[in-house]
């Protein structure tokens, strides 16, 4: 589907997808009310939707995913806590810090596998206050990233996620999904969203990534948990009026962008297979479970981002000798050609 004038590919993340025809149609039909006095009913069935499809008993519709990251990590965590999750962990790499400086809390970083913990690293980051004399910061929060985004857009399996949050519970810590792309991760798993979270106490969900919407996630956990957290986005600012147009775009999303989602990994898939009998690149394998495809490049990576954009196609440069390519809503086997032939032929 390529439904927005451009004559460039652009591959930078699932993040940049524009909302269709459809999407705006169904916006400006939105029923709209001044969510902050509790009436908009298009946000209400959105956070009651959500909720259900999750397992949980209730649902908060915010900006962003790093708000609602923020919201939960600031509900779950008081200040001198500490937060346990991977080296890679978008919570502690892009969110601004605001673990620190919103939160006050400090972070124990796990050396995970292609940004995957274990049960067994998360049991040995937790650290207690009670019992250490006062010395240790007080682990509260174990929070998990599904897909993990800088991973490759990997997937947990559901025996260690289970085995994570049993641990985090085992030593009294909160549980936290950072789910920007969970429908990716359960389409590629096969683990159905409840039974994906059913041991975690929040989890946070992106409409504006692979589903497409313009704005939005929402937190789910228990009705207690939420109503925390609502004051939370109250005190950050995030309180907002007639956001039913917004929320109406990721109803949209759910019904029309979810199942859609196998095709951008396969064509992840497809990509990486044939980038990897390119001289001077490769792809891990092992990484390419979703619609991200990581690839290593023998020249520096912002050289062939360089010259790709050169060619009219847009990737990031996500570290010195990687590139990386997202495949979204947007990008047609048309597209995936235009990059694969500059690939082949410009370096
Ligand atoms: C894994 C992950 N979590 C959270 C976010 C934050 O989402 P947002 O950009 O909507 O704040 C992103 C953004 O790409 C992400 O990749």
Request: aromatic share 6%; proline share 3%.
């Amino acid at each position: 589907m390529r439904e927005y004038p451009s004559d460039r590919v652009d591959l930078r993340s699932d993040t940049v997808t524009q909302p269709t025809a459809a999407m705006r149609q169904a916006m400006m039909e939105a029923k709209v009310g001044d969510d902050v006095l509790g009436d908009d009913p298009t946000v209400q069935s959105l956070e009651q939707r959500v909720a259900e499809m999750f397992g949980k008993e209730s649902g908060l519709f915010v900006a962003s995913g790093t708000m609602s990251n923020a919201i939960a990590l600031r509900t779950h965590t008081v200040p001198g806590d500490e937060i346990v999750c991977d080296r890679t962990a978008h919570i502690y790499r892009y969110e601004g810090g605001g673990f620190a400086a919103l939160c006050g809390a400090s972070i124990a970083l796990v050396e995970g596998d292609k940004g995957l913990m274990t049960a067994d690293q998360v049991a040995s980051a937790i650290r207690k206050a009670d019992g250490s004399g006062s010395h240790y910061p007080n682990g509260s929060l174990v929070c998990v990233e599904n897909t993990a985004n800088l991973g490759g857009g990997t997937c947990y399996d559901q025996s260690t996620l289970d085995a994570i949050a049993a641990v985090a519970k085992e030593r009294g810590c909160g549980t936290h999904i950072d789910g920007a792309r969970i429908f990716n991760a359960s389409i590629a798993t096969g683990v159905a969203l409840p039974e994906m979270c059913q041991a975690y106490d929040s989890v946070s969900i992106c409409f504006s990534k692979g589903l497409g919407a313009p704005v939005g996630s929402v937190l789910v956990g228990s009705a207690e948990f939420i109503a925390k957290a609502h004051r939370w986005r109250k005190m950050f600012g995030g309180g907002w009026r007639q956001a039913g147009l917004l929320a109406a775009a990721a109803h949209h999303a759910l019904d029309h962008h979810v199942d859609r989602l196998e095709e951008d990994h396969l064509r992840a898939n497809k990509l990486a297979v044939r980038l990897n009998t390119l001289e001077g690149f490769t792809v891990d394998m092992s990484t390419v479970q979703t619609n991200m495809v990581y690839v290593t490049c023998e020249r520096p990576a912002a050289e062939v981002a360089a010259v790709l954009a050169e060619h009219g196609v847009d990737v990031f440069d996500i570290s010195p000798t990687q590139i990386r390519v997202v495949i979204h809503l947007h990008i047609t086997d048309e597209d995936v050609e235009r990059f694969f032939s500059v690939m082949q032929t410009a370096f």
